[in-house]
Nanobody, 115 residues
Framework: QVQLVESGGGLVQAGGSLRLSCAASRSILSINTMGWYRQAPGKQRELVATITSGGYTNYADSVKGRFTISRDNAKNTVYLQMDSLKPEDTAVYYC?????????WGQGTQVTVSS
């Protein structure tokens, strides 16, 4: 099972940018899908963006045009570039690796967007 460590969260003003990183403990070449999810206080965890091993991306409607997911297989790392941040983007952001029926989660990184 792969271990995931997220970083890059923090406090930013509305309209600002952050880049999150998710570092895997081993090669992600064999991992079908890497994704970012988020959970705001009192709400369920929701999908933000995913990227397959072939580079196909998928985004939640709420972040389309503002967030970009990418993966660097050589560095075993997945990124989430977040631009034009809004207060409603405030949440703990989690990285997930999915290989077949097995999913592994990171511990999360807090993103807070002030108005």
């Amino acid at each position: 099972q792969v271990q995931l460590v997220e970083s890059g969260g923090g406090l930013v003003q509305a309209g600002g940018s952050l880049r999150l990183s998710c570092a895997a403990s081993r090669s992600i070449l064999s991992i079908n899908t890497m994704g970012w999810y988020r959970q705001a206080p009192g709400k369920q965890r929701e999908l933000v963006a995913t990227i397959t091993s072939g580079g196909y991306t998928n985004y939640a409607d709420s972040v389309k045009g503002r967030f970009t997911i990418s993966r660097d297989n050589a560095k075993n790392t997945v990124y989430l570039q977040m631009d034009s941040l809004k207060p409603e983007d405030t949440a703990v952001y989690y990285c997930k690796a999915t290989r077949g029926p097995i999913g592994s989660w990171g511990q999360g990184t807090q993103v807070t967007v002030s108005s």
